[in-house]
């Protein structure tokens, strides 16, 4: 069964950092690329940063370039998403995702390949 949870979410000062994870379980990240997408109140989701099977190709969102770092423990089976410099934008529910051999770009735009989806962690950003 495959199953991917995502933790680390809460409550952070504007300027805060937040470091999320995502634990993923049936399937091997060997074989994953691996993506992070927000959904704000009333707005569309998007994709935030994607990351290739083996950590070589990474794509940020404009919105989160420079702020926004995120990485892979294939070993542990592990994505994290590192958040500095939170802004209350940033306020959103963040979902974790997997698309195959997805390339990054596309997976993050289209939301090209995505098979499987976590339930969501709650970032708020307090100004």
């Known amino acids: 069964q495959v199953q991917l949870v995502e933790s680390g979410g809460g409550l952070a000062q504007s300027g805060g950092s937040l470091r999320l994870s995502c634990t993923v379980s049936?399937?091997?990240?060997?074989?994953?690329?691996m993506g992070w997408f927000r959904q704000a109140p009333g707005k569309e989701r998007e994709g935030v940063s994607c990351i290739s099977n083996n950590g070589g190709y990474t794509y940020y969102a404009d919105s989160v370039k420079g702020r926004f770092t995120i990485s892979r423990d294939n070993a542990k089976n592990t994505v994290y998403l590192q958040m500095d410099s939170l802004k209350p934008e940033d306020t959103a529910v963040y979902y974790c995702?997997?698309?195959?051999?997805?390339?990054?770009?596309?997976?993050?735009?289209?939301?090209?390949?995505?098979?499987?989806w976590g339930k969501g962690t709650l970032v708020i950003v307090s100004s």
């Open positions: 995702a997997s698309g195959g051999l997805s390339a990054v770009q596309a997976m993050c735009i289209r939301d090209y390949g995505v098979d499987s």
């Open positions: 049936g399937f091997t990240l060997d074989y994953s690329t």
